[in-house]
């Protein structure tokens, strides 16, 4: 049997991210895994969203258990999924400015004001460059370009 909400206004069947934080706890609380898993997917999607942050508030409060870390642990692992994807992205585009400038890497590195190696850390995704840096490699490249098609 499905969690029931009461003295709220809403319904499980209603999108997660409507529902307001009394419910929230309802699920955690009385839910039934069946329940948790909009809850869970909400958190995928979104894992410093809304949801994500009325969860983990509650958590605080609440006795600490099974449910509590398995809670715990889904925010944990998709905000760690979440910037990994969001670092290799980062890295996909630097990857495509220096294929878009047509210099070498060395040469890239030397116009954006960083080393080849330090540049390296960008394309593999070790080290995220700074949004300015992000910025320069960006307009390098278009610059770069730009000034290959000329005659």
Known sequence: MAVRFRNVDASPDDDVRT?????LV???????????????????????????????????YREPDGVSVLFALAIERARADSERADREQVAARVRAAVDRSGLTK???????????PRLSTYLNGRVTPSAAMLLRIERTADDAAASEHQY
Request: hydrophobic share 45%; glycine share 6%; proline share 6%.
């Open 26 to 60: 309802t699920v955690v609380d009385r839910g039934l895994v069946a329940d948790w898993r909009p809850v869970f997917v909400e958190i995928r999607r979104s894992p410093w969203g809304r949801v994500a942050r009325r969860i983990e508030r509650h958590l605080t």
């Open 19 to 23: 529902w307001p934080y009394e419910a």
């Open 106 to 116: 060395a040469e890239f590195a030397a116009l954006v004001g960083t080393s080849a």
